[in-house]
């Protein structure tokens, strides 16, 4: 597994996104919380949630085993609840602060995604990019009752990045994926693609193609990372923009 991410604050005056990734005995963790509440209210609560990542993943690869993955993404969500609950306790200034988290945890060649929000965690696998993880946001509640209308512009501006779920001071429940079987397994070649809302344009009709057009493209994962942002931020992204990449072969093509 060979991993690499950026974020960019991007048109925004500060970045309330924060990324984690690591690689160690056998275990890999990929993170993606974008922040929300205010500058200093989303950047508390998305920084929390990644240092809670990183402290759940280093105890983790202390005893590594596929049957501790799930347990490990419900107990950083459920810390990460615990923190910034206590946070908004002792702050009133903080009461709107949140975040989302999309993680993908493994261990030898098994893994699982976790997911809160409407950042978001695809695949590449046997030249198909999928969306693995279901975004928590009013534009998802749209598309699922009217499976045929079209993303325009006006229903981006309305409904697009309002979530209905985040870790916040308010308990609910992290979707984990697969939801049928307990672990997925990795694949020869397989390619994991994780992002906050800022790579989302949703101007383009299917963005699994956009991206799987731009990663196969690039060559290598810190190329597809740069030129994902850049075409992000090219097409008017107004959002801050973090991208992670994580493939099992060394070069994408």
Not at 34 to 51: C, K, L, N
Not at 69 to 95: D, F, G, M, Q, V
Not at 226 to 250: M, P, R
Request: proline residues 1%.
């Amino acid at each position: 597994m060979k991993i690499f991410g950026k974020s960019i604050q991007g048109r925004r005056n500060y970045n309330q996104d924060r990324i984690f990734y690591q690689i160690k005995n056998k275990c890999f963790i990929l993170a993606v919380a974008d922040g929300m509440g205010g500058s200093r209210g989303g950047e508390i609560a998305s920084t929390t949630v990644i240092e809670q990542c990183e402290k759940s993943f280093q105890h983790f690869c202390k005893k590594p085993s596929e049957k501790k993955l799930r347990i490990t993404i419900k107990n950083i969500y459920a810390e990460s609840h615990k923190i910034i609950k206590n946070l908004i306790k002792e702050n009133s200034k903080l009461e709107n602060m949140g975040t989302t988290l999309t993680i993908v945890l493994g261990y030898n060649q098994k893994y699982i995604v976790g997911n809160i929000g409407d950042s978001r965690t695809y695949i590449l696998t046997k030249d198909k990019m999928n969306q693995i993880t279901i975004d928590n946001s009013y534009l998802q509640e749209y598309q699922d009752n009217y499976p045929d209308a079209k993303i325009d512009e006006y229903l981006e501006s309305k409904l697009g990045h309002i979530i209905t779920k985040s870790i916040s001071g308010k308990y609910e429940k992290i979707d984990i994926y697969p939801i049928k079987e307990e672990l997925y397994e990795l694949q020869n070649n397989d390619l994991f693609l994780l992002c906050s809302d800022g790579l989302l344009i949703y101007k383009f009709d299917d963005l699994s193609k956009q991206f799987m057009d731009i990663i196969l493209n690039s060559g290598v994962i810190e190329n597809a990372v740069e030129e994902l942002i850049n075409w992000a931020y090219s097409n008017e992204s107004y959002d801050n923009i973090s991208v992670i990449i994580g493939s099992n072969k060394e070069n994408i093509i």
